[in-house]
């Protein structure tokens, strides 16, 4: 298992971008799916990306598919979430982690009981 680290939140106005990054050490890194899930306050945690350890593979919650792009870098250990159109309702902690052993992404995105470990989260705030 490895400790995610997500960076790359920040404060953004309605319609803007922000692009997350999810890091972790250790060569079981690409071995993994990782997913992005995100949780605001008094709300459940809701997944919303996932992609395969080879990259080939992606998932995405009908919420974010046509404003959110993940992608991974197996040689840097990251994983990405490129998100546009944002909007307030988009303000939430985002965290980043694998996913457990024999689960697709579609079934993390499901549900977010399907990650094993994930770091402290990057706050992303969408306010004009």
């Known amino acids: 298992q490895f400790q995610p680290v997500e960076s790359g939140g920040g404060l953004v106005q309605p319609g803007g971008s922000l692009r997350l990054t999810c890091t972790a050490s250790g060569s079981t890194f690409r071995s993994y799916s990782i997913g992005w899930f995100r949780q605001a306050p008094g709300k459940d945690r809701e997944g919303l990306a996932c992609?395969?350890?080879?990259?080939?593979?992606?998932a995405y919650a009908d919420s974010v598919e046509a404003r959110f792009t993940i992608s991974r870098n197996n040689d840097k250990g990251a994983v990405y979430l490129s998100m546009n159109i944002l909007q307030p309702e988009d303000t939430a902690t985002y965290f980043c982690?694998?996913?457990?052993?024999?689960?697709?992404?579609?079934?993390?995105?499901?549900?977010?009981?399907?990650?094993?470990?994930w770091g402290q989260g990057t706050q992303v705030t969408v306010s004009s």
């Open positions: 982690g694998p996913a457990r052993s024999g689960t697709s992404c579609q079934s993390l995105i499901n549900d977010p009981d399907n990650f094993i470990s």
């Open positions: 992609v395969s350890s080879g990259g080939l593979v992606t």
